[in-house]
């Protein structure tokens, strides 16, 4: 996509600060228990996946579509919001993109008043209103929302992206916290109009599981 959907300007991503920390011998309390650190935090990371695939199946039973209020507190605790760019994000909508064969993929947050990527490959800007978003359709269900061809939409053939070209077709898949608040979507677009087949969106709903465990992920290693 070549210009902003929306009219938006371009934005520059600052990169984000790096910090050494210096390595000590206390950091990894040699001795007898050399390495207990990387064992500990391997048992974590198990338990962590294992608890993700057990909440991934309640989020199914209890899915909270009505409640904006407690949807919108799901989303601030994923503590999430205004980050900079970060490589496992960018390496999901990279491959999407590449994989749905469209110039177009994003890791997209829906708060309020807008639409935020937390990553967005083939689009220049990082965040757009809400009532431009393709995306605040997509949150009212726990099914993906495909858009053949946006032009024959009667929600979104007004639209400034699709009325310049930039915005055909769309598909995206729902973000379901475990306690079963749809905060996003893991979506695409094409300038073209474009049939999806189910096996396409078979993958991006499971690219879409992918970026809901590293937004949980994330979420509890920078809570410590």
Known sequence: ?????CGIGNFAWESPKLEKVPLTDSAYDLGDNKFRPLRRMETRITR????MLHDRELSKKFTKLSDEAGRIAALKRLNVLNTPPEVRFDKITRLVSRVL???????????ENRQWFKSAHGIPVPEMPRELSFCTYTIHSTEPMVIPDARL??????HPGVIGGQVVSYAGVPLGTPDGYMVGSLCVFDIEKR??????IDLLGDFAEIAMEQLQLRQLTHRD
Do not use: G
């Open 101 to 111: 064969e469209t110039p177009s993929a994003a890791i997209s947050l829906i708060d």
């Open 195 to 200: 049939d999806f087949a189910p096996a396409q």
């Open 1 to 5: 996509m070549q210009n902003a959907p």
């Open 48 to 51: 962590t996946r294992s608890q």
């Open 153 to 158: 939409d009667s929600r979104f053939r007004d």
